[in-house]
């Protein structure tokens, strides 16, 4: 089964371009299928890891949280079983 793990957060004003930076700067830790960073207005920064795994439950790794001044809230954490693919 294909689970995708998604990571967002909103960076504090003004410290959009320093929240990509650390999260460029993580290490992908395992190996995913796939890892793409994505950045938004508003300081928005998403991590998006696809991972095989054989069940739902299977623990993956996640970025962490970044330092606590470079958010504007906390961050924010999905994962999704893949159902169909087009």
């Known amino acids: ?5 998604m ?6 004003e003004g410290r959009g371009g320093e929240l990509l930076a650390w999260v460029r700067e993580q290490p992908v830790v ?3 299928l796939r890892y793409e ?11 998006i ?3 095989e795994v054989p069940t739902e ?3 993956l790794p996640e970025l962490p ?16 079983t893949s159902r169909e693919v087009r």
Do not use: D, K, N
């Open 1 to 5: 089964m294909i689970i995708a793990q």
């Open 49 to 51: 890891t696809w991972w």
């Open 65 to 80: 949280a970044p330092p606590p001044e470079l958010l504007g809230r906390p961050v924010h954490r999905w994962r999704f």
């Open 30 to 32: 395992g190996e995913p």
């Open 37 to 47: 960073i994505l950045s938004a207005e508003g300081g928005r920064v998403l991590a």
């Open 7 to 12: 990571w967002e957060a909103r960076a504090a």
């Open 57 to 59: 439950a299977e623990a």
